[in-house]
């Protein structure tokens, strides 16, 4: 029989990375340089609330700005644009991020896009999206940056592996993909119209889901041996959080799985911060 997959625990290296990451802010701040994050919030949804605190707590811990900036709902696009454009001048701001999901009435990609890309700590700027495709140094995306880089900590081989990311939205799916082809892997795209599906999963060495549904993989669904990463965050009737992933049948095939939570979840707010200070070097070099 195989033995249980080893849990790739998100909130633990997160935590090694934050203190990996004072240090720095520490020597950065002797040059005189704060690294600062401005966060933009648009409404009152919970979710969003609690990841906008999450950021600014990490800010906190690790010795990083911040400052966040609440809009009604009811603001417009124009006005939200005009606020872009005025931190996009702002010297003493390194990091824009405006929390996303926005209200329907305002167009997120035209948001996305009045960001300085300098300032792209998100990178979801086309210019910092383009420049990862091409393999250049730039901003990455935050949940994909952290996958890699959990995967990076425990030396999981990537190169000449099969990544089936499950999902192809802008923010997870399609930049997971790049990163995992530029790092040699072999990448298999599945979405909502890929025709059996379980075909594909069990043929993925690396498996990503990120769809935002609850359990919509399950051990049948994984190769032993596969390296199984769970992207979604799903609250559920009980009001406990549940991946994507049913854990518990798909850790008795996969060799590494993540949880979820202190998963993929605390990673994407790390690899901001990790973002912030690479804004706050690069603006203080100009
Ligand atoms: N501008 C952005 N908007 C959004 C992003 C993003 O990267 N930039 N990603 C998501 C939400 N998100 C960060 O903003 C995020 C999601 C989940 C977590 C997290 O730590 N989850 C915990 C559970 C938290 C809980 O108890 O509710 C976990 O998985 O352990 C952090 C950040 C969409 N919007």
Do not use: W
């Amino acid at each position: 029989m195989s033995k249980t997959a080893e849990v790739i625990n998100g909130k633990d290296l997160s935590h090694e990375l934050k203190m990996e990451m004072k240090q720095e802010v520490a020597q950065l701040e002797k040059e005189g340089i704060v690294p600062h994050l401005t966060v933009v919030l648009v409404g009152e949804d919970p979710a969003s609330k609690s990841y906008v605190s999450g950021k600014q707590k990490a800010c906190t811990e690790t010795g990083m700005s911040s400052d966040l900036i609440k809009l009604d709902e009811t603001v417009t696009e124009e006005e939200l644009l005009k606020l872009i454009d005025k931190l996009n001048h702002d010297n003493h701001v390194h990091g824009i991020l405006v929390q996303l999901p926005l209200p329907k009435h305002i167009a997120e990609q035209k948001v996305i896009e009045a960001i300085d890309p300098s300032k792209d700590v998100d990178g979801f700027h086309p210019v910092s999206i383009g420049r990862m495709m091409i393999g250049e140094d730039t901003f990455l995306p935050c949940t994909p940056y952290g996958i890699i880089t959990m995967l990076k900590s425990k030396n999981i081989e990537i190169s000449g592996k099969h990544a089936v990311i499950v999902g192809r939205s802008n923010i997870v799916g399609k930049p997971v993909g790049q990163l995992l082809l530029n790092e040699n892997a072999t990448v298999t795209y599945c979405h909502s119209r890929t025709k059996n599906l379980r075909e594909f999963t069990k043929s993925a060495d690396i498996l990503v889901v990120a769809v935002g549904k609850p359990h919509v993989i399950n051990g049948e669904d994984v190769k032993e041996g596969a390296v199984v990463i769970d992207v979604g965050v799903n609250r559920i009737e009980d009001g406990s959080l549940t991946g994507d992933v049913d854990f518990d049948s798909a850790k008795e095939k996969a060799s590494y799985i993540t949880p979820v939570p202190k998963g993929v979840g605390p990673m994407t707010i790390t690899m901001l911060l990790k973002n912030t200070i690479k804004a706050a070097k690069e603006l203080n070099r100009k």
